[in-house]
């Protein structure tokens, strides 16, 4: 049986690791960096902001640019894309008695839940299990509340460069220094055209990469700082869309069983979740653990499915699809938080962290907290009596003392336990939750996700055929997803071009966006894949399944709006 | 409504789009032309296609070579006799227009694909949210700067004999800082380009190979058009990216588009949907293609095309 992780990808760690290249006085010098516009991100700008009005005499030293942040999306919230049940812990921390909840781009209170298991045409109502119950959250469409959170970031004194990649860490003499950003206008085989814009060396006393799932940088800097924590990290991935509605829906709901499969030999974890936005809009989402190992799954096609469901029919009915996008979230929960979540000059914050609660599928509480204390650590670099070193390790004892510690605790063996297959893990997980997690099973072993060896199945037959109405087949969700990216640019995707065709297969089937497709077949069974690179939309899946995305041209990707 | 139009020429002729858009401007009202670079001799064809006057701005060396910021000191220099100053979509005319945006401080609404009075007023059409609706768009300042997409109007011979006036140009100087030093084309074709064509054959994956776009060339040869692709046959190699028509690529509307071995993904339709009259072969009778073609034939294009090529070159007679 193949393993995707027996091919691994052309990479390495030092392509992106660099010392700054531009002469002195062409380097842009910042105060704090900040890597991505998304909660985490923006967060640690906006304290920054509150830190800087408060400390005056310290800001003067941050420079004239105190703090920069770099988003690669067209702007911030295009790339942002989550359920969102909001816990609003974090938020109310970051923005304080400025903001009330009503203030902020919400869809409102989650008014009430339901949680069904589902078979193919039955829906078993369940009391919510403990993870589950979302009293005293709010519903969001993150891509909104990104641009919210931008607008106070920009308020409070940060400069935002969007469509801005961060290319390669900057190190020198063992510390980071910043990030050089990528380059634009390259045609496919790398040569200049008319518009090249080289990038630029950023440098910063402190950056912190705040870049989201499958962050680029972030597992560059794991690797050369040997920052990995006891697990390896793996990842679910999320399928979403939004759809107009005729009739509002007046409850979240979340849906276990059907359409994955629940026996053991498959791996298959997940569940979809249908939330409304307002009396006219619902999102309903799909989330698969990308530790599957059928290669013939396809997370795209099952939510196509689940939509025909007589029960999300019904929800659905009259409506019509607005957008769609796609996202991994990391799962592989406390064992697998970075350790330490600094390194000389650098901060890892929010989901490229990997902090994320996977039962109670929330995280973006985590990763405006994270940022909140990494900016109050980068800081400290700047007060007197304080060394760099002293002020980026108090980060790890301030996240220590937080709720994300003791949450993630709480919850450190649940997402393993569901590898005992669907009805046993439940089992173990609710007992687990409602001891608080002192019921211990032991600390189960974790893989990565490209280490499960791949079984072919017939599932992909079951797939329902794109009526364009209710279900949608790949490109036009890619289309959906407003990704408008410049064909004529570097392939920005590594894997392994020659590969059997079972990992191919996988691939092809794995990725929403239709990047991957199944080549010429070889004589000795191996078969080429063929990529459309500019159909990515950046989910990061196929860093988890034995590839390697890295960032392409700034302003590539979606356009997320509503995700 | 007084409209002037930048009748964009390359070395003595008009782009049909700029033409396209005199017509439609000669009928909503008075409408002159501006052309820039190139003797008077080149008026009677302006006047043909609806021009009561045309400007001509010649004489000077600089004025030759397609630069944007000599023409915006041109058009600059016109602009305040005039509601509206209008462009059709070019490489040259979106930097000319820009830039008489900034110098004017005036407003400027592009990709629009028609235009109307309302009342007195002007009202702009331009697609939005990935061509899946209109929108109507105004100006708030005047002159109203439109820029227009690539066949949004057909050029129509209307008008007769134009009064031409010959502009006194007065260059600034940052203007005359940029000089042409070569000018190259990247992919020399024959025939008309993909932005111009009546007609366009256009091949996808379908055609199998890329030996296979021959097909494509000899009936778009046959019918005097030009040859498009997709996206995936250009990722794939098979042919240059300067004849991607679709999202990321050119957005056209010929007369005619046959459309070989395309599926008809959503990517390439919204940049050839607004074509007169489409064509599909394609054997897959479930491709999406088939639900907007005016005409669908299911069958191999390998037998088909070459078929129809004959019968147009006999119809021909060439």
Redo the contacts between chains.
Sequence with gaps: MSRASNFPPPFSTAEFVAEPTDPADERIEVGILVVGAGPAGLACAIRLGQLIEENPDVAERLGEVPVAVLEKGKQPGSHLLSGAVVDPRGLRRLLGSRYRMEDLPTFGLVPAESVYVLTRHTALPIPPPPPMRNHGNWIFSLSQLGRFLAERAEEGGALILPETSAQKLLALHGRVVGVRTGDKGRNRDGGELGNFEAGSDLVAKVTVLAEGTQGHLTGVALDRFGLRGDDPQVWELGVKEVWKVARPLDRIIHTLGWPLRTGKRYREFGGSFIYPMGEDMVTIGLVVGLDYRDASLSVHDLLQELKTHPKIRRILAGGERVAWGAKTIPSGGFHALPSPLHAPGLLLCGDAAGMVNIPRLKGVHYAIESGRLAAEAAFRAFQRGETPASAVASYDAAVRDSFIWSDLYEVRNMRQVFGHGFFVGGALASAMTVSKGRVEVGKLPAEPDADQPLLVTDRDVSYPAPD?KLTFDK??S??AS?N?????QPNHIRIERRVPKEVAQMWAHMCPAQVYEIGAEDADGTVRV?L?P?NCVQCGAITAKGGRLTPPEGGSGPEYTVT | MRFLVFAEQHEGEFVKNSLGVLSKAASLGDADAVVVGADAGLAPELGKHGAKVVHVAAGDDTLAPPLPQPRVDVIAGLAPDYDAVLFGQSVLAADVAAGLAARLDAGLNWDLVDVELQDGELVGKRPALQDSVLVEVGWKSTPALALFRSGAFDPKESGGEPEVRDVDVQLEDFSTKVKMVEQAHAEESSGPSIEDADVIVAGGRGLGSPDNFTLAEDLAKALGGAVGATRAVVDAGWYPYSAQIGQTGKTVSPKLYVALGISGAIQHKVGMQSSGTIVAINKDPNAPIFEFSDLGVVGDLHEIAPKLTELVRARKGS
């Design positions: 364009g490109l036009s890619v289309f407003g408008k990216t410049r064909d004529d063929e459309a500019s």
